[in-house]
C-alpha cells in the first residue's frame, strides 16, 4: 500500500516539449506539495494546496502549473521544458495545515530534459 | 547564504562510532523542527522531530537551542545501515524549509 505515488519515476524528454508528473496520496491528507530537488541535492518546496486551493507558490515560473482535481491529487505540469528543469521532483502530503505534522513524500520522479 | 545551514560533510566514521551533525536557522519565526534522513535516489523520510527539552529515540538524540537558534542531531553506536544523507529541517506556517543535508558514511 503506497501512502503517495507518482507517477513516472523517471521522464527524458527534449527541451521544448510539455509534461506532466501524477501524484496521488491515500492517508486522507488536506495538504499537498511539489518539492524539486536539483543537482547540488537542495530540496526546495515549489507549491502547497490544501483541498484543492492553492497556498503556496514560491516564486516558480509560470511554465509550472499544478493541478488538483481533488484533494487526494496534485498533478504538476511543466510548459516549455528547459535544461535547468533537470531535476528529481518530489510530491509529498500532510495531515491538516500547520508547521506541526509530519510531511509524507512520493518515491520522485526523476526528470532529465535533453 | 541560506536559510537553514548544515555541513555538508561527508562524515566517514567507523562502525560503533558516536558522530554528531549541527545545523542552525535564520529565521527566529520557525515553529517546529525536523532531522529528516535520505538514502541515495530514495525520499526524504521523517527521523525525528526536535524539541527544546531535548528528544531521544534509542540512538538518536537530538536538540534545539531557540535563543542560538541551533540544532543537532547525535547518533551513538553507528551502524552501517546510518549511512545516508541527514537534513535539517524547519518549519514554519505550512512551508518545510531544508538545508542542504550533511552526508553521512559508516564504514566497518
Known amino acids: 500500500d503506497t501512502a503517495v505515488s507518482q507517477t513516472p519515476k523517471y521522464l527524458v524528454t527534449q527541451m521544448g516539449n510539455d509534461k506532466s508528473i501524477k501524484c496521488e496520496q491515500n492517508l486522507g491528507h488536506d495538504t499537498m506539495y511539489w518539492y524539486k530537488q536539483d543537482s547540488k541535492k537542495f530540496l526546495k518546496i515549489m507549491f502547497s494546496y490544501n483541498n484543492k486551493e492553492l497556498i503556496i507558490n514560491e516564486t516558480v515560473p509560470n511554465r509550472f502549473s499544478p493541478k488538483s482535481p481533488d484533494k487526494a491529487h496534485l498533478n504538476l505540469h511543466i510548459n516549455s521544458l528547459e535544461l535547468g528543469d533537470s531535476a528529481v521532483y518530489f510530491c509529498?502530503?500532510?495531515?491538516?495545515?500547520?508547521?506541526?505534522?509530519?510531511?509524507?513524500f512520493g518515491p520522485g520522479t526523476r526528470l532529465t530534459v535533453l | 547564504r541560506k536559510e537553514v545551514e548544515q555541513d555538508p560533510g561527508p562524515f566517514n566514521v567507523p562502525e560503533g562510532a558516536t558522530v554528531a551533525f549541527n545545523c542552525t536557522y535564520s529565521?527566529?519565526?520557525?515553529?517546529?523542527f525536523f532531522w529528516y534522513r535520505q538514502d541515495c535516489r530514495k525520499e526524504p523520510k521523517l527521523l525525528m522531530s526536535v524539541y527544546s527539552s531535548g528528544n531521544e529515540d534509542g540512538r538518536f538524540t537530538a536538540q534545539l537551542n531557540r535563543a542560538s537558534q541551533y540544532i543537532s542531531l547525535l547518533i551513538r553506536d553507528s551502524k552501517l545501515s546510518d549511512s545516508a544523507t541527514y537534513l535539517c529541517?524547519?518549519?514554519?506556517?505550512?512551508?518545510?524549509?531544508f538545508g542542504t543535508g550533511t552526508r553521512l558514511q559508516v564504514f566497518p
Open positions: 529541517v524547519v518549519s514554519r506556517t505550512d512551508k518545510l524549509i
Open positions: 509529498a502530503s500532510r495531515s491538516g495545515q500547520g508547521a506541526f505534522n509530519e510531511q509524507f
Open positions: 529565521n527566529s519565526a520557525s515553529q517546529s
